[in-house]
């Protein structure tokens, strides 16, 4: 089949731009080789979630390999995926060992990096970050940073709380912006122009994908037609979720607001939050609009409570000083994020492998319990960064010489084209990733 669309292919209409799925007849991904042919490769995604304060210390483990793998219960939700299941044990950052609290365990966790203290803001440039300013710099997006829970710029214990509400930094002293609003994350992606009122983003380019479809295959048709119908089903529950409430943890005064509320709002279930959030990453993902995304599903030191759960006597921070059933309960129903997110992905075909084979999706937490516990941190990752990464494995570095997390980020950077000699502070390569 003749192609006649570029590589970096976009469906395009008045004030909005949105980028295709991988697709058999369309050469979208790939680069030019020597002989003039593309080659048709989705590319590799990068995608972190965090969760605040650590999970239950006597059901945060794995043992075994592919899918004979034993997970511990708060690694239940991901059993589907036990055999694209890499579970980390014994890494740590030396820097967050200083402090001893919420803001010196986080702000460096994904730099490795040292924190100034005494309100003063300084960290590192993190590894998503370092990402998106070199192997993102060819999408729309470099990085789509994402949380749950609204910044807090309080200082703690002599540590600004910024370091406990961002794990992304694109420089030392630069804490990326955080998007928790799920109509703002998803405009980001596919609007090009401001004040575009409530206009579908598919009614925009509706002209150009009509005109797209008459040029791809059958099964490429079908899947152009589940992906729009997934980015229709996006904007209608953002739509809903803007009339409802306020950002969850946060109580309003009044039983009914007193001024008008604003279009665009923050569902006020959690659930439903994480929800749109982790779609919104499927989609900028599916899309090849970022392949850098950083998603903070709470703060350290975190507020959030959780009444979708019928734990709403607590908030979450007090809830990980105890190793109850209903702290367990909430650390599941952050895995089940993940899960969400890698079946979504793993349901995309490209090529030969999926949109979750072609990704790296790594949990993780500042500390292993809630008890401030930072001599090692809990590091679960699924999928396959292309092939280039082997799972179905649990690895122990508990006792090793070299067990540094800025050691799992060197190798993670070379399955992205991008060796470096030292990051953070780790001169070494993790062994075995």
């Known amino acids: 089949m003749s192609n006649r669309f ?30 003039g042919n593309a080659v048709n490769q989705a590319p590799l995604r990068f995608g972190v979630l965090f969760a605040g304060n650590g999970f239950h210390k006597d059901h945060w483990w794995a043992k075994g390999s592919g899918r004979d793998m034993e997970l511990g219960r708060v690694l239940e939700p991901l059993t589907d995926f ?3 299941l890499l579970f980390i044990r014994g890494l740590y950052n030396e820097e967050a060992l200083k402090g001893n609290i919420h803001s010196s365990q986080t702000g460096n966790l994904l730099s490795g990096a040292p924190l100034s203290d005494g309100g003063e803001i300084r ?15 060819s999408t729309k997006v470099p990085s789509l940073v994402l949380g749950c829970e609204k910044s807090n710029p309080s200082v703690h214990k002599n540590y600004s709380m910024i370091y406990s509400s961002h794990i992304s930094w694109s420089s030392p002293t630069t804490p990326t912006p955080l998007e928790v609003y799920p109509a703002l994350a998803f405009d980001r992606l596919f609007k090009t122009e401001a ?35 997934s980015v229709r ?23 009914e607001p007193n ?74 129903f952050f895995v089940e994020q993940l899960a969400y997110i890698a079946r979504r992905l793993d349901a995309v075909q490209e090529g030969e492998r999926t949109a979750l084979d072609n990704s790296v999706l790594m949990l993780c937490s500042s500390m292993l319990t809630g008890s401030h516990n930072a001599t090692q941190l809990p590091v679960v990752m699924l999928g396959r960064a292309g092939g280039k990464l082997e799972t179905g494995r649990t690895l122990d570095y508990l006792g090793q010489s070299n067990r540094r997390m800025c050691s799992l980020f060197l190798s993670l950077l070379d399955h992205y084209g991008l060796p470096l000699e030292k990051f953070g502070d780790s001169t070494e390569r993790l062994a075995e990733v």
């Open 6 to 35: 570029s590589r970096r292919t976009l469906l395009r209409g008045l004030g909005v731009s949105m980028a295709l799925p991988w697709m058999e007849s369309v050469r979208v991904f790939g680069a030019e080789v020597s002989d």
């Open 82 to 84: 036990r055999e694209k």
């Open 123 to 137: 960290s590192g440039t993190s590894i998503d970050q370092l990402l998106a300013q070199t192997y993102g710099r």
């Open 195 to 229: 004040n575009l009122g409530d206009r579908s983003v598919l009614d925009a380019i509706l002209a150009d994908a009509t005109d797209l479809r008459r040029s791809i295959s059958k099964t490429d048709q079908q899947k152009l037609d589940e992906y729009l119908n």
């Open 233 to 255: 089903e996006v904007e209608q529950r953002i739509e809903r979720a803007g009339q409802r409430g306020e950002l969850q943890g946060w109580r309003p005064t009044l039983s």
């Open 259 to 332: 001024i008008p509320r604003p279009a665009d709002g923050i569902p006020q279930d959690i659930g439903e939050h994480m929800r749109l959030m982790c779609d919104i990453l499927v989609l900028a993902f599916q899309t090849d609009t970022t392949r850098v995304c950083t998603l903070k599903l709470n703060n350290d030191h975190s507020s959030l409570r959780f009444s979708n759960l019928g734990v709403d006597y607590m908030i979450h921070h007090l809830l990980s000083h105890q190793e109850s059933d209903d702290w367990l309960k909430v650390n599941q």
